[in-house]
């Protein structure tokens, strides 16, 4: 078993009651007031699970400046009261952070007895791995 420290533990809290918010503003036909508070509870749970100085060293890198621009952007878009602008300009940004981590979460997935077997489908399946190849390094 994983062993977590204190702030770990609050920050999977944080992050797991920012992607609620997330989920459950996007459901209430994107409410900006839900967005808001799920952008900053995801943002700051981060910080707290791999603490700050790694958390601006992974955004901060040069060659993932296009894609914080746009997620710190769409989170600033979100804020300002343009949720369905900001959640478009976040989700963009979240694939170009993230893009270097989808080979292994698809990977995760296909070991999965019932998801594996539909991400296996015929037509699911050449959209998966294209999505699941990586060009770039993380």
């Known amino acids: 078993m994983i062993s977590l420290t204190d702030s770990q533990k609050i920050g999977m809290g944080l992050t797991g009651f920012g992607v609620f918010f997330l989920f459950f503003g996007m459901m209430l036909f994107f409410d900006k007031a839900l967005l808001a508070i799920g952008n900053i509870l995801f943002v700051a749970g981060l910080a707290f699970v791999i603490g700050l100085e790694r958390t ?4 901060f890198q040069r060659h993932k400046a296009k894609a914080t621009g746009f997620f710190l952007g769409g989170v600033l878009v979100v804020l300002i009261g343009w949720p369905i ?3 478009v300009l976040e989700f963009y940004g979240f694939f170009l952070l993230f893009r270097g981590f989808f080979p292994v979460v698809v990977g995760f997935i296909r070991r999965i007895p019932v998801l594996g077997s539909i991400l296996n489908l015929p037509f699911i399946s050449g959209f998966v791995d294209r999505m699941g190849e990586s060009n770039t390094m993380v």
């Open 56 to 59: 601006f060293r992974f955004f």
């Open 85 to 87: 602008i900001g959640v």
